[in-house]
């Protein structure tokens, strides 16, 4: 008779596949790297990520709550400075129940307005 498979048979089996797959090694977004560096993103394939972060995360309330503050590729690098400000340092905005940003949408803001030299 078989022995059955456990639970700690398949820990061990993700241990392993951590091990050979680390995790360095699935693609990640070109936020996560330098612009302009060596992986061939630029400024603008970061800007256009940025965009769609404020325009999913930001737009949908601003068009109703404030409509002459919604963002577009256009204004964004004007408004990059308050943006830092209500975002990074006053922590304001998101308010309320609005979509929280992640991790990963946070570090691709903050890359994007480090590359405007403010």
Excluded at 8 to 19: E, Q, R
Excluded at 20 to 35: D, E, K, Q
Excluded at 78 to 91: D, E, P
């Amino acid at each position: 008779m078989k022995k059955p498979i456990t639970p700690l048979f398949f820990s061990g089996l993700l241990f392993m596949a951590t091990l050979i797959f680390p995790a360095s090694s699935l693609p990640v977004s070109p936020a996560l790297y330098p612009v302009g560096g060596t992986t061939g993103f630029s400024a603008n394939d970061l800007k256009a990520e940025a965009f769609a972060i404020l325009d999913a995360k930001c737009n949908t309330c601003h068009r109703r709550q404030n409509p002459f503050r919604v963002f577009t590729l256009k204004n964004m690098n004007r408004h990059g400075a308050r943006i830092y400000k209500q975002v990074f340092v006053l922590r304001r905005m998101p308010k309320g129940n609005a979509p929280r940003l992640t991790d990963l949408e946070y570090r691709t803001l903050k890359l994007w307005i480090d590359t405007l030299n403010l």
